[in-house]
């Protein structure tokens, strides 16, 4: 029984494996480049960055949040041409593409409650900002205030970070100072265009750089989309 066990598995790894393998592929590398790289995906892709880079915009222009460092990662998937097991719709597209971008900002420590509420405030007159005077905007703002206690509870580790609409909003934590919880530095990928773009804008820029200017860096993570897809049947979306 253990033995009939053991072969099951392992003919089930390697069907795994064979339908994740390059073979199994959706279109060649050359082909996926080539739909990566169309006018329509060059189109779709600038349509998707612009709409993010409102967004960051946003929270330089209406908070008390300084804008000092970005990072776009866009990368474009290959579909596969079966997919017996693990379904999760890769058999459906030639390729996906889909774009995330991450924004760095400085700010002071010192005036965390008016940081706080600068953006609770941006948040409700600007639907680009999704984090508002809810319940947890509220406890939070009271916290930086000294009016309220911490919102994670009684003992609890500093808060850190937010979540709403599939952003987040994490800082370094301001009370406790804990090294280990600081917003690190963004991780770089192979920059290799059209399938994976990695952007660091400047060039130059760290975490740590803004750190030591503004006292502490907040990191604002926005929702990854799908901005272009085409179809196995050739249609576009």
């Not at 029984?1 to 390697?14: E, F, H, N």
């Not at 760095?104 to 900002?129: K, N, Q, W």
């Not at 319940?135 to 703002?141: C, V, W």
Request: aromatic share 8%; proline share 6%; glycine share 8%.
């Amino acid at each position: 029984m253990k033995s009939t066990a053991k072969g099951g598995l392992a003919v089930l790894l390697l069907l795994t494996m064979t339908a994740c393998s390059s073979g199994n592929r959706a279109v060649s590398p050359k082909e996926a480049r080539t739909l990566a790289g169309s006018r329509q995906a060059v189109e779709a892709r600038q349509q998707a960055e612009q709409k993010l880079r409102k967004v960051v915009r946003a929270y330089a222009d209406h908070t008390r949040l300084s804008l000092g460092l970005v990072v776009v990662r866009d990368t474009c998937r290959t579909g596969l041409r079966k997919q017996p097991f693990f379904q999760d719709g890769s058999d459906t597209y030639k390729i996906k593409c889909f774009m995330h971008m991450t924004a760095y900002y400085g700010a002071d420590p010192d005036h965390m409650a008016e940081v706080i509420d600068s953006v609770l405030t941006a948040g409700g007159s600007d639907p680009r900002i999704p984090f508002t005077r809810d319940d947890t905007g509220r406890r939070l703002l009271a916290y930086y205030q000294g009016k309220g206690p911490n919102p994670n509870g009684s003992g609890a580790p500093d808060p850190s970070s937010v979540f709403a609409w599939g952003d987040t909003l994490t800082w370094d934590p301001v009370r406790d100072r804990d090294p280990k919880r600081l917003v690190e530095e963004p991780l770089a990928l192979k920059n290799d265009p059209p399938m994976q773009r990695f952007l660091r804008e400047p060039a130059s820029g760290t975490v740590s750089g803004l750190r030591q200017r503004y006292g502490m860096v907040f990191r604002l993570d926005l929702g990854s989309d799908d901005y272009y897809e085409v179809l196995k049947s050739g249609r576009r979306r």
